[in-house]
C-alpha cells in the first residue's frame, strides 16, 4: 500500500513554455502533499506544502507564481512550472501524507524535467 | 539556524558493515529520519528513530542520541545493490522534514 505516482516520468520542454507534473496518491487518501526539487548532488529542497482544497503554502524564496500548485483532490495534485528557463531543470519529487504533519511521508517517482 | 549534517562520501567493501553517521541542530525534535535514494530515484524510507537507542531491522539498524543530537544507520553485509546515497532528515517542531544533504555509498567489490 501507499503508492504514489507521478507523470510524466520525464520531460524536455523548450524555455518560455509551461509543464505541468501530476502527483497521484493510489491507495490512500492524501491530506497533505508536498514538493520538493533536487539539484544534481544536493538534498531535496521543499517547495512547498499543500492542502487538499486549500492554498500551497510555499517556502521562503519558491516563487508562487512560477510554480503554480493546485491540490484539487485527496488524490491528486499538480505542479506547473510556468515560463521555464534553463536553471528550472531539475529533479521535482512530490511526496504525500495521510495527515497534516510530514510524518510518514510516501515518495513519488520523481520528474525529470529539462528545459532547453 | 537548522542543520543536518553528515559525511558526502563513503567507499565500503562488500560483505562489510559502513556506519553513517547524522548530526543535527533543530528547532524542536519529532523524531529522525533515514531515506536511501538511488541515483535518479526519489527516496525510499528506511527506519524512523524518536526515542533514544537501536532500532533494527534486518541488515539495516539506526541507532539515536537526543542529548547529543546524533544518529547514525548501521549497514552489515553489504551488498552491491546498498549502493546508493542516503538520506538523514529530523523532523522539526512545526512537524517539518528538515534534510540532509545525503552521503553517498560505494560499494566495492
Known amino acids: 500500500g501507499a503508492v504514489v505516482s507521478q507523470h510524466p516520468s520525464w520531460v524536455i520542454c523548450k524555455s518560455g513554455t509551461s509543464v505541468k507534473i501530476e502527483c497521484r496518491s493510489l491507495?490512500?487518501?492524501?491530506?497533505?502533499m508536498f514538493w520538493y526539487r533536487q539539484f544534481p548532488k544536493q538534498s531535496l529542497m521543499l517547495m512547498a506544502t499543500?492542502?487538499?482544497?486549500?492554498?500551497?503554502?510555499?517556502e521562503q524564496g519558491v516563487e508562487k507564481d512560477k510554480f503554480l500548485i493546485n491540490h484539487a483532490s485527496l488524490t491528486l495534485s499538480t505542479l506547473t512550472v510556468t515560463s521555464a528557463h534553463p536553471e528550472d531543470s531539475s529533479f521535482y519529487i512530490c511526496?504525500?501524507?495521510?495527515?497534516?504533519?510530514?510524518?510518514?511521508?510516501?515518495f513519488g517517482p520523481g520528474t525529470r524535467l529539462t528545459v532547453t | 539556524g537548522q542543520n543536518i549534517d553528515q559525511p558526502t562520501e563513503m567507499t565500503a567493501t562488500e560483505g562489510a558493515i559502513v556506519q553513517i553517521n547524522c548530526t543535527y541542530q533543530?528547532?524542536?525534535?519529532?523524531?529522525l529520519f533515514w531515506y536511501q535514494q538511488h541515483a535518479g530515484e526519489a527516496p525510499t524510507f528506511l527506519s524512523y528513530n524518536v526515542l533514544d537507542g537501536l532500532e533494527e531491522k534486518g541488515r539495516f539498524s539506526s541507532f539515536l542520541s537526543r542529548s547529543k543530537g546524533y544518529s547514525y544507520l548501521l549497514l552489515k553485509e553489504l551488498q552491491m545493490k546498498d549502493s546508493a546515497s542516503y538520506l538523514c532528515?529530523?523532523?522539526?517542531?512545526?512537524?517539518?522534514?528538515?534534510w540532509g544533504a545525503g552521503t553517498k555509498l560505494i560499494i566495492k567489490p
Open positions: 499543500s492542502n487538499e482544497g486549500s492554498k500551497a503554502t510555499y
Open positions: 533543530t528547532s524542536g525534535f519529532n523524531g
Open positions: 532528515a529530523v523532523m522539526d517542531s512545526n512537524y517539518q522534514l528538515i
Open positions: 511526496s504525500a501524507s495521510e495527515n497534516d504533519h510530514s510524518y510518514e511521508q510516501y
Open positions: 491507495d490512500f487518501q492524501a491530506t497533505t
